[in-house]
Every structure is written in structure tokens, then in C-alpha cells.
């Protein structure tokens, strides 16, 4: 293996450990967090910059040039997929009537009538 | 060779989020654990394209990625309305 080989490959495996480092992260997020909407937070702290940073860096240790456009290209659309589906979630689950665990929001129960005092 | 221990390092935070796939209490946390695992699939299938070198395990990737899309899209439709024929005016749902 010639030097510019073993750089590549050190500096993706680098940036693939970061990125690891905040998918993990996520899911500790994911397991741990008590309420719906704070899990929905350390998900997509997890998958949009976690997955970004993993795919980067597989892209700079990827054998030919073909594969490591289409890993940023996959890492782009990850970073582009990621809030649009959170906020989907979120909002769905808000519509629903899941109300969160604290702050003065009581969501009313789905096909309730809406009362005057409604924050 | 260090691609594929990425690729089981990320199976192994897919098999965490699985967990919270089955143990979620209310739908939403099971919609939003299917997307983490989605994700995690596409990325093990990316990280095995590297290891092999074969762009085909990539398209893999990018198909799943974008069924992920289609597929939380879908279900968040399916919990807002409960249904996915189109709503009667009803007043109070702010689309």
C-alpha cells in the first residue's frame, strides 16, 4: 500500500469514528430520552450529521472515484431526508395528540371540538 | 478492511435502535425507530460497497434510503388522519 493509500484510509477511518461517535450518541438519545419529542431529537441528531460523517468518511477510503461520488451523493441526500422526516414525525405526532411530557401544551384528544382557551 | 468494521459498528447501533422499535410505548416512537433502522440499513449497505468495492451494494443503499423517505412519509400520513382516504371538512385539523 503506498503512502497516498494509507493517509486516505487513515483520515476516512478518522471521520467514520466521529461520525459513529454521534451515531451512538444518538442512540443512547434514542433508548434513554423519558418523552416522545425529545427521542425524535436525538434521532435526528444521530442521522443527519452521524450518517453525514460515516459516509464521508467511507467515501475518502473508497477504493475508485465512481463510489466516492455516489457515497456523498447518498451522504447528501441522507442531510436532506433527515429533518424533513422528523418534522413529519413530529408534526403527526402533535396532530395526533400526543402531548409532551412537560410545558403547558395539553393536546386535545383526537376529533375533539377546540376549546376557547387553548394555548 | 476497516470499512467493514464501520459497517458492523453501525449494525450494532441498528440492533440498539431495533430495541426501541419493539419497546416503544406509543406508535410514533416505532415510526420513528423504523426510520433510525432504515437509515442504519442504508448505511451498513454503503459501508459494504466500500469493503467490496462493488457500486452495486451502493444503489442498495439508495434505494433504501429513499424507501425510508417514502415510508415514514406514509405512516406519519397514516397516524395524523387514521385513515389514508382524504378527510371530511372537519374544522379543528390544521393540515
Not at chain 1, 52 to 74: N, Q, W, Y
Not at chain 2, 30 to 53: D, E, F, Y
Amino acid at each position: 500500500m503506498d503512502v497516498l493509500t494509507l493517509l486516505r484510509t487513515g483520515l476516512g477511518a478518522l471521520v467514520a469514528v466521529a461520525g459513529l461517535v454521534a451515531i451512538f450518541g444518538g442512540t443512547l438519545g434514542i433508548l434513554r430520552f423519558p418523552d416522545f419529542y425529545t427521542r425524535l431529537h436525538g434521532a435526528s441528531v444521530a442521522d443527519a450529521p452521524g450518517a453525514a460523517l460515516v459516509l464521508a468518511g467511507l467515501a475518502l477510503m473508497a477504493p475508485d472515484f465512481a463510489i466516492a461520488v455516489r457515497l456523498l451523493l447518498l451522504a447528501g441526500l441522507v442531510v436532506a431526508a433527515g429533518p424533513i422526516l422528523s418534522h413529519a414525525l413530529a408534526s403527526a405526532a402533535h396532530a395526533g395528540g400526543l402531548s409532551p411530557l412537560s410545558g403547558r401544551y395539553k393536546a386535545p384528544r383526537p376529533g375533539a371540538q377546540a376549546q376557547g382557551d387553548e394555548p | 478492511m476497516t470499512a467493514l468494521l464501520i459497517g458492523v459498528a453501525v449494525a450494532v447501533s441498528g440492533l440498539l435502535a431495533l430495541l426501541r422499535l419493539f419497546s416503544g410505548p406509543t406508535l410514533h416512537d416505532r415510526a420513528l425507530a423504523a426510520k433510525t433502522v432504515m437509515v442504519r440499513a442504508a448505511l451498513i449497505c454503503a459501508a459494504l460497497a466500500v469493503a467490496a468495492g462493488r457500486s452495486d451494494w451502493l444503489d442498495a443503499a439508495i434505494a433504501v434510503v429513499l424507501t425510508a423517505i417514502v415510508l415514514v412519509l406514509a405512516i406519519t400520513k397514516v397516524f395524523r388522519t387514521r385513515t389514508f382516504q382524504a378527510p371530511l371538512s372537519r374544522p379543528q385539523e390544521d393540515i
